[in-house]
């Protein structure tokens, strides 16, 4: 029985969550492969092969694969995936998007947003926002999972010493072109690997005051920013801090939630935080239910008080 993980990477380095998934890889039993789909990604394809726990890196390597179009690395996996009893994607929004064409393809049941490994047939997964968990059993041949990196530990990423394989690479599926990119430039931690977060919410009132309170205590902390979806769609933070069930599943070491109120959609991106700090003036506000620690006061005097504290 061997499993195959989809990389996620750079072309030069691989990203953290693909550890995460070679973590729930291992859990299923077997060996553990890792797919680098890529262009001019030998780089990419060693830095794998430096994972503890994997045991063959597969690189695949080509200009069609050079902006990992949904289209090309489905059928990169499906020209491998009889090989495997397991593929695991990170359930990222690259992973989202490739998952699904393979599962349909292989006319398979896809397992969404795994957080546990029970056995090589079982699986946990949470439901209505996290509010339940689901226990999930799979008889398909081939199980195509999408991981919550939240819920592994990531593998070391050095270590192992596995092979690498060059193999044949499929043609360009020609059913989609990539057109160009508008990147937003963050010199913070990326959210969903920040170790500390600090996110606002709608009662900051406008973007000009997001950005007053939150970024200096960012800044003394080396936080990422996050932000709920209310803020997001008042226009006080950008889309791609959106931390929450619609947004993203973050699990940092401390995350301090300011004027949030703590709506359930919102609660599924974060709960798993190793430390909570709500600041809200609401006492009956839901955040204080899953807080370590709570205060109830204005933010607009208790976050520049804590940033002089600090």
């Not at 090589?120 to 999408?146: C, H, M, W």
């Not at 620690?293 to 008080?305: H, I, Q, R, S, T």
Request: aromatic share 4%.
């Amino acid at each position: 029985m061997s499993n195959l993980v989809i990389a996620e990477h750079d072309n030069v380095s691989i990203k953290g969550a693909t550890l995460n998934t070679v973590t729930a890889a291992v859990a299923c039993g077997g060996d553990v492969h890792v797919l680098v789909a890529g262009h001019n990604a030998s780089a990419a394809a060693q830095a794998a092969s430096q994972i503890a726990g994997v045991s063959k890196v597969i690189h695949a390597d080509s200009e069609v694969f050079a902006h990992a179009l949904a289209e090309n690395v489905a059928a990169q996996v499906l020209a491998i995936a009889g090989n495997y009893t397991h593929i695991l994607f990170p359930a990222t929004a690259g992973g989202k998007n490739v998952s699904p064409r393979v599962a349909a393809k292989l006319d398979v049941a896809q397992l969404s947003d795994v957080t546990l490994v029970l056995s090589a047939d079982t699986f946990e997964r949470p439901i209505y926002a996290g509010n339940a968990i689901a226990t999930v059993q799979s008889k398909d041949a081939t199980k195509v999972l999408t991981v919550r990196t939240t819920g592994f530990d990531p593998a070391a990423a050095s270590g192992g010493s596995a092979s690498v394989e060059t193999i044949a690479v499929i043609a360009d599926s020609g059913k989609s072109a990539f057109k160009g990119s508008e990147i937003a430039k963050n010199d913070r931690p990326e959210l969903t690997a920040a170790k500390i977060i600090v996110s606002g919410g709608r009662a900051l009132g406008s973007a000009e005051k997001f950005a007053e309170v939150i970024t200096p205590l960012a800044d003394k902390l080396g936080a990422a920013m996050g932000a709920s979806r209310a803020a997001v769609d008042a226009g006080y933070a950008p889309n791609d801090w959106q931390v929450g069930q619609t947004g993203k599943i973050v699990a940092p070491q401390l995350y301090v939630a300011c004027g949030i109120s703590g709506a359930i959609q919102h609660l599924a991106g974060m709960k798993d935080s190793k430390v909570i700090v709500a600041i809200n003036k609401d006492p009956e506000a839901p955040i204080f239910s899953v807080a370590d620690y709570g205060l109830e006061a204005d933010l607009f005097v208790a976050v520049p008080e804590l940033v002089n504290a600090l």
